[in-house]
């Protein structure tokens, strides 16, 4: 080969573009052969490709769509997907589960890491286990160079990614971000501005969805002003000086979850526990409310005095519901006071494995999918709570029995635990248990959920049915049970992104619009069977519907705009890091 030829072969290593146009017969029958033992390790290239020889591709899966390129000293690993009119540009990096869409541009020595390691310090790094959600990058995106983006983000269509840019988290289509980490500076579509022609009217409302760099983004940023604004008065209402303790609203009964959810409330718009008591005096309320036999935290009695729990069934348990949830809520608002539970959970540690099977088989996953669902979340956060007292459960094993359990139990086709609903019944049990379930398993331990994208299926024709989403139907807990479900799904897969968007597009925009002033949010018109204290506003409605905000928008990519993230019970990010003996 004289100089002038290699010369040609180099350039085509940094302009493959180039090679159709460009090269001899003698170049394109090397690059033939280079495409032919690459089909004999599997990868799939479609017409007018080309693939440097100094690139290195070492893949398991590696489907390149029409006139798709990948350039010189690129490094390419594991299951690769691209379409039409892709290109990798020299040096750029792309490991792990990459799939992009068509007319994708990324640029010279940036890196998609479709994997993650773990750092957790019970062994070293090197013995750390890897996981891998992947990477989503949809059609006609520009990706600058020296872009690095993390496992589980979903760049939507049209996007553009400023150089030296680090993405951590989704971007909405037809955004243009940049930074450390990355955020939208604007809409794409937009001629030296946000677009305005989807308006959200100004009183935080509306009956259209805003566009996320524009009008809806102004509104998220206004109402969290305004609800930081006020948070102060709507915990006083809540407060009664005369037995030192709270209610969920005026006149209503003091209950233990409603000091939690002023502690939550607080944290979430103020950063600091509620006036009404120092923080050390908040968790030693807290704290003396456990039951040292259970473990269990039960309601206060009628005389406001410490409560009294059933007795145990055969297998230890202690079957009361107030009691199974104030394990979530009590436990989580003592970490946002920097504190924790006295004692372990003892019915959850002294379940044996066998106990837990048998308690499984027994719930009523067929009828009430939702009960069966708050039972395992309760469990699931039990054991969390013990593992951070550094408490052994009875019986090794007990915990990955659960995970056990349920992945062999879980429907494939809806990627649920229950029955798949009926057209009379709906879907409301099956994904409000789903919520339930994985909020205290999949989500708390941070695990993958098993069929991302059945679950989205199933969720997103739940959330069309008008019994329950229909405007002024809507509540809390319904919600939640969808949101949750679509954002934590969504870290796996970027399945029916766009309908996802556009549902929490519209809720977000109904969720605004519930804010009253001096007084916070209502719950909602009540639930099946009757659940949920209704719509005047009280503290659990807006503890439950300030986390439905920041779901949504994150869906929606404005969630940066509200200024808080979830730290307690809806808090986004697992409590634990996956390997269940880790502090999280």
């Given at each position: ?7 040609d072969d ?9 090679f ?15 495409q ?8 799939h290239?479609?017409p007018?490709?080309?693939?440097s020889?100094?690139?290195r ?5 590696l489907?390149?769509?029409t ?13 690769v997907?691209?379409?039409d ?7 750029a990096t ?22 993650n ?9 090197h013995?750390q ?15 600058g160079s ?9 760049i939507g269509?049209h ?6 840019a680090v ?9 243009v ?5 990355a ?6 579509r ?14 935080l409302?509306?009956?259209r969805?805003?566009?996320?760099s ?28 005369d ?6 609203r005026?006149?209503?009964p ?7 959810h ?11 526990p509620p ?8 968790a ?6 456990q ?8 309601e ?8 009294v ?8 348990w ?23 539970l006295?004692?372990p ?44 007292l550094?408490?052994e ?9 659960l ?8 429907d ?12 009379a ?21 941070g695990?993958d ?19 329950w ?30 309908e996802?968007?556009a ?8 969720a ?9 949010f209502?719950f ?17 409605g ?43």
């Amino acid at each position: 080969m004289d100089a002038q030829t290699a010369l040609d072969d180099a350039y085509f290593d940094y302009c493959p573009w180039d090679f159709v146009g460009r090269a001899s017969a003698e170049q394109r029958a090397a690059q033939d052969a280079h495409q032919r033992r690459l089909a004999e390790s599997g990868a799939h290239l479609g017409p007018r490709c080309y693939v440097s020889p100094a690139a290195r591709v070492f893949t398991d899966t590696l489907r390149l769509g029409t006139d798709s390129y990948i350039a010189g000293h690129a490094y390419v690993t594991g299951e690769v997907t691209a379409g039409d009119d892709c290109t990798v540009n020299p040096y750029a990096t792309v490991r792990g589960r990459i799939t992009l869409g068509d007319g994708v541009r990324i640029g010279a020595h940036s890196s998609l890491l479709g994997f993650n390691h773990g750092f957790a310090p019970d062994r070293p790094v090197h013995r750390q286990p890897l996981t891998a959600k992947g990477i989503t990058v949809g059609d006609d995106v520009w990706i600058g160079s020296h872009v690095v983006v993390l496992d589980g983000v979903t760049i939507g269509d049209h996007c553009v990614v400023g150089a030296g840019a680090v993405v951590t988290k989704d971007l909405a289509p037809w955004t243009v971000a940049a930074g450390n980490p990355a955020r939208p500076l604007r809409d794409r579509r937009a001629q030296g501005g946000p677009r305005r022609d989807r308006a959200v009217s100004g009183d935080l409302s509306g009956d259209r969805p805003g566009d996320p760099s524009g009008d809806l983004g102004d509104a998220v940023a206004r109402f969290a002003d305004r609800a930081r604004a006020q948070a102060a008065d709507l915990l006083a209402r809540c407060w009664n000086p005369d037995t030192g303790r709270y209610a969920d609203r005026p006149g209503a009964p003091a209950t233990v979850r409603a000091h939690c959810h002023a502690v939550e409330i607080a944290d979430l718009l103020l950063g600091a526990p509620p006036e009404q008591l120092a923080a050390d005096e908040h968790a030693a309320r807290l704290r003396a409310l456990q039951d040292p036999g259970s473990g269990l935290v039960p309601e206060f009695a009628p005389d406001g005095g410490p409560g009294v729990l059933p007795a145990p069934a055969a297998d230890g348990w202690v079957d009361d519901g107030t009691a199974e949830y104030h394990v979530l809520a009590v436990g989580y608002a003592l970490d946002l006071l920097g504190s924790r539970l006295t004692q372990p959970v003892h019915v959850v540690r002294r379940m044996t494995a066998g106990q837990l099977i048998t308690r499984l088989e027994s719930l009523p996953w067929r009828t009430r999918t939702w009960s069966a669902g708050a039972w395992v979340d309760c469990w699931a956060t039990g054991a969390h709570r013990n593992l951070e007292l550094g408490v052994e459960d009875g019986e090794p094993g007990a915990l990955e029995a659960l995970f056990g359990w349920l992945t062999t139990r879980v429907d494939p086709w809806t990627g649920m635990w229950g029955t798949a609903g009926s057209p009379a019944a709906g879907r409301l049990q099956l994904v409000n248990g789903y919520y339930r379930l994985t909020r205290g398993s999949y989500a708390q331990f941070g695990l993958d959920v098993p069929y991302a994208e059945r679950v989205v299926d199933t969720v997103l024709a739940h959330g069309r049915d008008q019994r329950w989403f229909a405007a002024g139907r809507e509540n809390a807990c319904n919600v939640l049970d969808v949101a949750h479900p679509l954002w934590l799904a969504g870290r796996r897969s970027g399945h029916r992104a766009a309908e996802v968007r556009a549902w929490a597009e519209e809720q977000l925009t109904r969720a605004l619009g519930r804010w009253r002033d001096g007084a916070g949010f209502g719950f909602g018109p009540a639930g099946e069977g009757g659940g949920g204290p209704g719509r005047e506003p009280g503290l659990q409605g807006t503890e439950m519907w300030l986390a439905i905000v920041w779901l949504l928008a994150d869906l929606v990519g404005v969630a940066d705009r509200l200024g808080y993230r979830p730290r307690g019970v809806h808090r986004p990010e697992p409590a634990r890091s996956p390997g269940f003996a880790t502090p999280g």
